[in-house]
């Protein structure tokens, strides 16, 4: 079972800045594809940002140029980076990890913008 350990969530004033990470149990390259989700207050869950094993990533329209999501492969860890923080960005942040079999979600945590 692949065990998903999520950090960095809190609250911050529109234009700052956080770091949210996702530690795995196993090596990242054992996931076809790893990414970053969010739901907001009212809204349905959406995809933030994805990385496959290669590399290569991608971006919802709306956090692009402001999020960046990397990882460290020796420490099994996904990152995404966020500035210029808005209100709207406000949600829950969910990290995924998939397999050829099963998507693994972590326990999300939470963001906070404030105006």
């Known amino acids: 079972q692949v065990q998903l350990v999520e950090s960095g969530g809190g609250l911050v004033q529109a234009g700052g800045s956080l770091r949210l990470s996702c530690a795995t149990s196993r090596s990242i390259f054992s996931f076809v594809v790893m990414g970053w989700y969010r739901r907001a207050p009212g809204k349905q869950r959406e995809v933030v940002a994805t990385?496959?094993?290669?590399?290569?990533?991608n971006y919802a329209n709306s956090v692009k140029g402001r999020f960046t999501i990397s990882r460290d492969n020796a420490k099994n860890t996904v990152y995404l980076q966020m500035h210029s923080l808005k209100p709207e960005d406000t949600a829950v942040y969910y990290c995924?990890?998939?397999?050829?079999?099963?998507?693994?979600w972590g326990q999300g945590t939470q963001v906070t913008v404030s105006s």
């Open positions: 995924a990890a998939s397999t050829t079999y099963k998507t693994e």
């Open positions: 990385i496959t094993t290669r590399g290569l990533t």
